[in-house]
Antibody, heavy 113, light 110 residues
């Protein structure tokens, strides 16, 4: 079974940084797009970033460009989201998603002073 | 690409059909000929689950009472007979264009 386990969330002050990790198992990691999608409390879904299987192509939604960086480590079957210059509006549950199909359980990121 | 769902709230009776519409601000037909349009279901406190991919293909384990249809800019999710486990929020999503975008969500209540 596909498993995606996010970690690294928590409370951070505005302007701070946080690194999310997603440990993947149950599939051949190097063959799949990996993505981060977020959901602000009580709100809808927003696709944040994605990365192609070989890690060369990375795409970001405009609201996080220049602040967030997606990366992957095939040896660890993991994908990461480095978040910097965090804003209150980045507060959300962040989901790790394989292709457009399988979702992790999500990890909460709260940006507040 | 803006996806507009309707209705945003859908009260239904058990055993009755339900239908959700999703309209795109531009064509979702990719240059490779495919239409990358999905439906997801999110129960309270859970992660979203994909139900339908590429307009009309049901994911493994999805009951056949769910069906997807449509083309180009207009798409529909139908539930032939609503069951109690169908409550939650339904989202349409396109990944033909970047950034991938979701509709606002439709809350289905019994």
């Amino acid at each position: 079974d596909v498993q995606l386990l996010e970690s690294g969330g928590g409370l951070v002050q505005p302007g701070g940084s946080l690194r999310l990790s997603c440990a993947a198992s149950g599939f051949i990691f190097s063959r799949h797009w990996m993505n981060w999608v977020r959901q602000a409390p009580g709100k809808g879904l927003e696709w944040v970033a994605n990365m192609n299987p070989d890690g060369i192509r990375k795409l970001y939604v405009d609201s996080v460009k220049g602040r967030f960086t997606i990366s992957r480590d095939s040896a660890q079957s993991s994908v990461y989201l480095q978040m910097s210059s965090l804003r209150v509006e980045d507060t959300a549950v962040y989901y790790c998603v394989r292709d457009d199909q399988d979702w992790g359980q999500g990890i909460m990121v709260t940006v507040s002073s | 690409v803006v996806l507009t769902q309707s209705p945003l709230s859908l009260p239904v009776t058990l055993g009755q059909p339900a239908s959700i519409s999703c309209r795109s601000s531009q064509s979702l037909v990719h240059g490779d000929g495919n239409t990358y349009f999905n439906w997801y279901h999110q129960r309270p406190g859970q992660s979203p689950r994909r139900l339908i991919y590429k307009v009309s293909n049901r994911d493994s384990g999805v009951p056949d009472r769910f069906s997807g249809s449509g083309s180009v800019t207009d798409f529909t999710l139908k539930i032939s007979r609503v069951e109690a486990e169908d409550v939650g929020v339904y989202y349409c999503m396109q990944h033909t264009h970047w950034p991938h975008t979701f509709g606002q969500g439709t809350k289905l209540e019994i």
